[in-house]
């Protein structure tokens, strides 16, 4: 069974300033989907960035980068020039793979148990 | 493209009734899980179904069931409300993406609030 853990509960930020959260995670799986998804106040989980542990190179979109470290099975998230809008709570999560055509699927997610980020002006 | 819709997006429901929940994924998308979010025991996997077949389950007593018809739409029911049942349930609906599996993502909808009173 997989798990992952997020060892920040709480994580504040000044506004433009760097942060990093955390999460490790532990599978016997070599193919695998790692996620971080953002959710607000509104509850809608929304998703921020994706690798896969297929790929070295780690991922990036705009301000939001991940540190893969695969060997290690830690996946950490950064977040530069933090805004306002980034106040939420990341979850990490993992995924062994995705649906395929040929009739399987493993599209379950385990998640951490959250970081509650809070980005101040 | 319409998103993940989750019907109702309110509930309030007693001790010992029970309660079906709906799940629209998005058009396309065969695999649909289910979440259950409280903030003692944060996101727990429920199940998931492909292709009508419910592929995986979670650590959930047997009052909770599902199931998923042909035109991928999903439903959950929980019988015999316990307290403890009151959480927001979310489902997800996933994507491979492309065939190299790259872009598989899983796409939420908005959440159903059951409080069981």
């Known amino acids: 069974a997989q798990t992952v853990t997020q060892s920040q509960p709480e994580m504040s930020v000044q506004e433009a300033e760097t942060v990093t959260l955390s999460c490790t995670y532990d599978t016997s799986e070599n193919n695998y989907y790692l996620f971080w998804y953002k959710q607000p106040p509104s509850r809608q989980m929304i998703l921020v960035i994706r690798q896969e542990a297929y790929k070295q190179q780690n991922a990036t979109e705009n301000r939001f980068s991940v540190n893969f470290q695969k060997a290690a099975k830690s996946f950490s998230l950064k977040i530069s020039d933090s805004q306002l809008g980034d106040t939420a709570m990341y979850f990490c999560a993992f995924m062994r793979t995705p649906p395929n055509a040929g009739g399987t699927s493993y599209g379950k997610l385990t998640f951490g148990q959250g970081t509650i980020l809070t980005v101040h002006p | 493209k319409a998103g993940v819709t989750q019907t109702p997006r309110y509930l309030i429901k007693t001790r010992g009734q029970q309660v079906t929940l709906s799940c629209s994924p998005i058009?396309?998308?065969?695999?649909v899980s289910w979440y259950q979010q409280t903030p003692g025991q944060g996101l727990q996997f429920l199940f998931e179904y492909f292709s009508e077949t419910q592929r995986n389950k979670g650590n959930f007593p047997g009052r909770f069931s599902g199931r998923q018809f042909s035109n991928s739409r999903s439903e959950m029911n929980v019988s015999t409300l316990e307290l403890g049942d009151s959480a927001l349930y979310l489902c997800?609906?996933?994507?491979?993406?492309?065939?190299?599996?790259?872009?598989?993502?899983?796409?939420f909808g908005q959440g159903t609030r059951l409080t069981v009173v």
């Open positions: 997800a609906s996933t994507t491979r993406g492309r065939q190299d599996g790259s872009n598989t993502e899983a796409f």
């Open positions: 058009s396309g998308h065969r695999s």
